[in-house]
């Protein structure tokens, strides 16, 4: 059973930083591409990042491109999201998601998320 864990979400100011962590299991990890994916209440689901399998390839949003860095530990099959100079329109449940391959900004595992808040 594929499962994702997220962790390292909270609060944090304006400018601040945070880390994410996502503790994959239940699947070869090294075999497929991961992403984030963030929800803002009420609002529709934002792609924000994806590396692909091997680690060394990486995209972003234009909304978080410069800020934020996508990387991958394959030998702990752990996703990270590191975020710097967070503004508060990051603020949204963030969720780690696997691809059906090694390279495809799809979604077909979830985690459950964690929350991000920047506020003053």
């Known amino acids: 059973e594929v499962q994702l864990v997220e962790s390292g979400g909270g609060l944090v100011q304006p400018g601040g930083s945070l880390r994410l962590s996502c503790a994959a299991s239940?699947?070869?990890?090294?075999?497929?591409?991961m992403s984030w994916v963030r929800q803002v209440p009420g609002k529709g689901l934002e792609w924000v990042s994806l590396?692909?399998?091997?680690?060394?390839?990486?995209r972003y949003a234009d909304s978080v491109k410069g800020r934020f860095t996508i990387s991958r530990d394959n030998a702990k099959n752990t996703l990270y999201l590191q975020m710097n100079s967070l503004k508060s329109e990051d603020t949204a449940v963030y969720y780690c998601?696997?691809?059906?391959?090694?390279?495809?900004?799809?979604?077909?595992?979830w985690g459950q998320g964690t929350q991000v808040t920047v506020s003053a």
């Open positions: 998601t696997k691809s059906p391959t090694t390279w495809l900004n799809e979604s077909d595992h």
């Open positions: 590396v692909n399998n091997g680690g060394d390839a990486t």
């Open positions: 239940g699947f070869t990890f090294t075999n497929y591409g």
